[in-house]
């Protein structure tokens, strides 16, 4: 499994395992089955109310601690308490420490982050993060963080899938220093019908997940498929062994069609996240 080296030097497996929407009741099982699948990269958030079922498959694994990445993520409406909001993630996940840490939106209405990505920089000194990044900052919150900023950030987790790329905003992390890493990686599956893409997975005897999952690793990207099946779990992990063409990545390239599917980051404000 490919890893990337983040600007402080600590490696994270490229392709991970994202449980946003896995019930709370289901998360063990299907961390396990990840596990299973070969995935050691699990992405998780207080907000998504399951850091408890993926720390109970870890302690379920037989898994060395050190062999899995885990990344978890500061709720909005903890801005501001960010040593509470982190220790109770770390408890709820039953870890000594956790991978990376990410202020999980910029929520640029409550003219917090900078005093948060402070707070991240602070707990970070305390041995219990390896690396502290944001998620779903745009240009202007990346430009203002990095006014202040005494940390770069390691990573910016943003939406990212073949039809809604936000080329200018990777590059301008990656010009930073700041890895990036996809969310909604297969476009919550929309990306997956297109003719381009279903024409390349038929010349590899792929399947389209996998097509879409390689151009994200071909790019450079770090990318988080969730599945709640356990089949598309190990299908989706085996698009790490799929090399594509410098012509059939660039038909996917040239899917972009500029439209999200999820909140705008320069809005989203819900405090519950
Ligand atoms: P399911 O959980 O039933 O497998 P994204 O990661 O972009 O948010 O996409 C997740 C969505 O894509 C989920 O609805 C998931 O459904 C679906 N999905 C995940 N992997 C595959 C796959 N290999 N083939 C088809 N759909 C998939």
């Known amino acids: 499994m490919s890893e990337l080296t983040l600007n402080n030097g600590v490696t994270i497996p490229q392709l991970g395992f994202g449980v946003f929407q896995v019930p709370p009741e289901d998360t063990q099982r299907i961390v396990e089955d990840a596990f299973e699948a070969g995935y050691r990269h699990i992405d998780t958030a207080a907000a998504y109310r399951n850091e408890a079922g993926v720390g109970a498959a870890i302690a379920a694994t037989g898994i060395p601690r050190e062999d899995i990445f885990v990344t978890t993520k500061l709720r909005n409406g903890e801005q501001g308490r960010a040593q509470e909001a982190f220790q109770n993630s770390r408890k709820a996940l039953g870890l000594d420490y956790v991978d990376l840490y990410l202020i999980h939106w910029p929520v640029p209405s409550q003219g917090l982050y900078v005093q948060a990505w402070k707070e991240m920089e602070r707990l970070y000194e305390n041995n219990q993060i390896r690396?502290?990044?944001?998620?779903?900052?745009?240009?202007?919150?990346?430009?203002?963080?990095?006014?202040s900023a005494e940390i770069v950030p390691a990573v910016n987790q943003i939406e990212l899938h073949p039809s809604y790329q936000q080329a200018d905003l990777a590059k301008k992390c990656r010009n930073a220093g700041i890895e990036v890493e996809a969310y909604s990686p297969l476009g919550r599956g929309a990306d997956l019908d297109g003719d381009a893409v279903t024409a390349i997975a038929s010349a590899h005897g792929a399947t389209t997940a996998q097509v879409v999952l390689a151009w994200h690793l071909a790019q450079?990207?770090?990318?988080?498929?969730?599945?709640?099946?356990?089949?598309?779990?190990?299908?989706?992990?085996?698009?790490s062994s799929l090399t594509l063409s410098g012509d059939e990545l660039a038909a996917i390239t040239a899917l972009e069609s500029g439209a999200r599917l999820g909140s705008d980051p320069a809005v989203a404000s819900f405090s519950q996240m």
């Open 131 to 147: 690396a502290i990044g944001i998620s779903n900052f745009l240009a202007d919150h990346v430009d203002t963080l990095l006014e």
């Open 220 to 239: 450079g990207n770090i990318v988080i498929p969730k599945s709640v099946n356990p089949q598309r779990i190990r299908e989706n992990f085996a698009a």
